[in-house]
């Protein structure tokens, strides 16, 4: 491993800051490497883009008047 490489435990350990942005260009590119060589981190990285992308979706739609109300119940029991 030279001294830009990093493995698989290190990129899923950086992959939310990787998805976020939040990491600094050589790290990132660290990454994207590595996403190009490893299958595994590869998928489970596309897996986790798939998933935020639905959850955004999702969270876009307004809940149902009765979700809201049954909700509202809840958090006024507490």
Known sequence: M???EINCEEVIRLLFEYLDREL???RTSDI???LERCRE???RAEFEKK???RVHAA???EAP???RRRVR???ERF
């Open 24 to 26: 600094d260009p050589s």
């Open 2 to 4: 030279t001294a830009h």
């Open 59 to 61: 969270a876009e739609d």
């Open 65 to 67: 008047p009765r979700l």
């Open 41 to 43: 981190c590869f998928s």
């Open 73 to 75: 119940r809840l958090i």
């Open 32 to 34: 994207d490497r590595h």
């Open 51 to 53: 998933l935020r992308a």
